[in-house]
């Protein structure tokens, strides 16, 4: 899969069948909070207002991906070193529009 381009409200994207998908950002927050609320993690309800996670990360010293929280996930991977520019543009530009993504590394 492929990212094309970034937006404030999500990126679109090339998936494996050659199809353009928009991902939304605002739509993968909802499933994050929804799981929260389900797992009963929800300590500070005017806390959780202001969390604007969208995905996960994890880098190690071959690959990386960040993994959205999609129904179901959806996922980017990066092969290491060559990706790792690609990687981290995305990620500032992420978080640049304000969005969050959990890094497990």
């Known amino acids: 899969m492929t990212i094309k381009k ?5 990126l679109y994207y090339v998936d494996e069948e ?3 998908r928009f991902l939304s950002f605002e739509k993968c927050n909802e499933n994050w909070i929804d799981y929260r609320r389900r ?18 990360r994890e880098t190690d010293i071959h690959n990386s991906y960040i993994e959205f929280f999609t129904k179901p996930f959806t996922r ?4 290491r070193p060559l990706q790792k ?19 497990w590394s």
């Open 39 to 56: 797992k009963g993690k929800v300590e500070n309800v005017e806390l959780l207002k202001n969390d604007r996670c969208v995905g996960q």
């Open 76 to 79: 980017f991977s990066f092969e």
């Open 18 to 20: 050659g199809n353009e």
């Open 6 to 10: 970034i937006i404030e409200t999500g």
């Open 85 to 103: 520019e690609e990687y981290l543009d995305i990620l500032l530009t992420i978080m640049k529009f304000g969005w969050t993504i959990i890094d």
